[in-house]
C-alpha cells in the first residue's frame, strides 16, 4: 500500500482506485494509509430479446459489455455503477419486437466487515405498471425492486419508475465472498423508449 494521500484516485469522499487497479475504501481524511481496506467484484451479464447487435434476440452471456455488439449493459465508475438501456419498443418506435431480458450478477469480496449502500433509479412506460420490473437481491434475499409507473398514457414519454422500498438500501457483508443479483424484464414489447435503469454502489466499513 501506498504512504497516507497517495495512491488514491478520489471518488465518492469514502472509496478510490488504487494505483494496482484495486478498489479501495479509505479514511475521512481521504487517505489510503497502511491498512486501507481492499476489495475485489467481478461481474457477468446475460441479455436475451435485444437486436440492435444483430443477434435477433438471442441469448448472450459475457463478462465484459464491450466483448458484444450493442449490450444493453454499460459498466460504469470502474465497476461501482451499471446502466441497463432497453432497445425502443414496436408499437411506439416499430422497432424491437421482443420482450427483453437481462441480468448482472457481480461476485464481491470483502475482507473484513463492510456496508454496502445500493441505489437506483430509472424510467419506464405509462400506460400499465407491470412492465420494466426489476428486482435486486444480495446473497439471495430481495434488497428491492421496482416497475413501471404506468398510468394508460399510452406512447407518452417515460417516467420513473416505483420502487419498493424506495432506495437507497444498505447491506451489512460479512467478510468473505457474497453475491449480488440484478434481474430485469421490459415483460412485454409495448410502450417503452427510452426506458433504462442505473445502479450505483458504494462502501465504508462495518
Not at 45 to 65: E, H, K, S
Not at 144 to 157: D, F, K, M, T
Not at 172 to 191: K, R
Not at 193 to 206: H, I, M, N
Request: proline share 7%.
Amino acid at each position: 500500500m501506498g504512504t497516507p494521500g497517495t495512491n488514491v484516485v478520489r471518488d465518492s469522499g469514502k472509496i478510490g482506485l488504487l494505483d494496482s487497479g484495486k478498489l479501495a475504501v479509505f479514511n475521512t481524511d481521504s487517505q489510503c494509509p497502511s491498512c486501507c481496506i481492499e476489495f475485489t467484484q467481478a461481474w457477468s451479464f446475460t441479455d436475451q430479446g435485444f437486436i440492435d447487435g444483430g443477434q435477433n434476440g438471442a441469448l448472450r452471456a459475457y463478462d465484459d459489455p464491450a466483448s458484444v455488439t450493442a449490450s444493453p449493459w454499460t459498466i460504469l465508475n470502474g465497476g461501482l455503477g451499471l446502466r441497463l438501456d432497453w432497445e425502443d419498443d414496436l408499437n411506439c418506435r416499430s422497432h424491437n419486437p421482443n420482450t427483453q431480458t437481462a441480468t448482472a450478477t457481480a461476485a464481491i469480496t470483502v475482507p473484513v466487515n463492510m456496508i454496502m449502500t445500493i441505489d437506483w433509479s430509472g424510467l419506464g412506460e405509462v400506460e400499465d405498471p407491470d412492465f420494466e420490473l426489476m428486482s435486486l437481491s444480495v446473497d439471495a434475499v430481495l434488497v428491492g425492486s421496482a416497475h413501471a409507473p404506468g398510468g394508460s398514457q399510452g406512447c407518452a414519454p417515460m417516467a420513473p419508475v416505483v420502487s419498493s422500498p424506495p432506495p437507497p438500501q444498505q447491506v451489512t457483508l460479512t467478510a468473505g465472498a457474497h453475491t449480488l443479483t440484478i434481474n430485469a424484464t421490459t415483460n412485454d414489447e409495448l410502450y417503452h423508449f427510452g426506458a433504462f435503469y442505473q445502479f450505483d454502489l458504494s462502501f465504508v466499513e462495518a
